[in-house]
Nanobody, 125 residues
Framework: QVQFVESGGGLVQPGGSLTLSCIASGFRLNYYTIGWSRQAPGKEHEGVACISSEDGSTHYLGSVEDRFTISRNNAKNAIYLQMTSLQPNDTGVYYC??????????????????WGEGIPVTVSS
C-alpha cells in the first residue's frame, strides 16, 4: 500500500523557516520524479518545487525560487522541502507527491501518481 507520512508544518512568523518532510512507504522513491505543491485558501493548487528523475534537475515556482529548497534522501525514502524567509502568502496546505514520468510538469503540480494527504503551513504574526 502506497503511503506518505508528512510532517514539519505548523505556525511560523513572517521571516521564519520550516522544513517539511515526507516519508514514503509501499514503493521506492529512487526512480520517481518528486515534488511539493500547495493550495492556499481560495486559490488554485500550484506546484512549488520538483526534482526530475531523469537528470535530477530542480524546478521552482518563481516566487519561492530563492527561498525554498527541495531535496530527497533515497536511503530514507524521503522528500524534504526547506522553506526560509516565509511570507504570509506562503500559507496553505502543502502536499508531497511522486510521479512515474521522468520530467517535472507544473513545478510538481501535474502528472504525479501518488500524493500525500497534505500538511498545513500558516505564516502569520
Amino acid at each position: 500500500q502506497v503511503q506518505f507520512v508528512e510532517s514539519g508544518g505548523g505556525l511560523v512568523q513572517p521571516g521564519g523557516s520550516l522544513t517539511l518532510s515526507c516519508i514514503a512507504s509501499g514503493f521506492r522513491l529512487n526512480y520517481y520524479t518528486i515534488g511539493w505543491s500547495r493550495q492556499a485558501p481560495g486559490k488554485e493548487h500550484e506546484g512549488v518545487a520538483c526534482i526530475s528523475s531523469e537528470d535530477g534537475s530542480t524546478h521552482y515556482l518563481g516566487s519561492v525560487e530563492d527561498r525554498f529548497t527541495i531535496s530527497r534522501n533515497n536511503a530514507k525514502n524521503a522528500i524534504y522541502l526547506q522553506m526560509t524567509s516565509l511570507q504570509p502568502n506562503d500559507t496553505g496546505v502543502y502536499y508531497c507527491a511522486a510521479g512515474k514520468a521522468d520530467y517535472c510538469s507544473g513545478n510538481g503540480a501535474n502528472g504525479m501518481d501518488y500524493w500525500g494527504e497534505g500538511i498545513p503551513v500558516t505564516v502569520s504574526s
